[in-house]
């Protein structure tokens, strides 16, 4: 085949290219651009044709594979790193949330722990408590703040994590 016939080919073919591919599911303008690409990838690849009489259905595979090549592509990106440090202390307004969240005396428990960083021996013995109870308490604390969590940010799957979002919380708005 020679650059005359490949571009009869393309003159009639071109079109039913665009509506091959608008019928899989892609917007005109796209379905435009993705047959101009196979239309261009064909000529590029005349060589491995073997039937001419194929032209269409080959082109039209070519494209068909430059679309899902499409489709593959993420459409969530990363976002980029801010060059400047937040000015307000998101840790404060979190380790505020979780506290409001929470019953006074696991509040208080809590705030002990967390934000003065007593032991647990320390708060058992200031508020005459055992040591098993100060424990009882902050997982108890833990639970609840993260049962009462409404926003998406901040529910987790895992006890776990809840526990480290909450010290570290707590921790980041005592140090600032």
């Known amino acids: 085949m020679n650059r005359e016939e490949y571009g009869n080919a393309y003159e009639q073919g071109f079109r039913l290219t665009v509506r091959f591919l608008v019928s899989r599911g892609l917007f005109a303008e796209a379905a435009e651009e993705t047959a101009q690409s196979a239309w261009a990838k064909g000529w590029e690849r005349l060589a491995q044709l073997r039937n001419e ?35 307000v202390n998101l840790a404060a307004i979190d380790a505020d949330r979780i506290l409001m969240l929470c019953k006074p005396a696991d509040r208080v428990v809590l705030q002990k ?44 799957r895992s006890t776990a994590m809840v526990s480290r979002h909450v010290q570290t919380a707590l921790r980041q708005s005592a140090a600032a």
């Open 113 to 156: 722990r967390y934000l003065e960083g007593w032991g647990i021996r320390d708060i058992a013995r200031n508020h005459g408590w055992s040591e098993t109870a100060v424990r009882i308490r902050l997982v108890r604390a833990r639970r609840s703040a993260r049962a009462k969590m409404d926003t998406p940010c901040l529910q987790f």
């Open 53 to 87: 009489n194929m032209l269409l259905t080959w082109v039209n595979s070519i494209a068909l594979n430059l679309y899902r090549g499409i489709r593959r592509k993420p459409l969530l990106q990363p976002l980029p790193e801010l060059s400047a440090p937040a000015r």
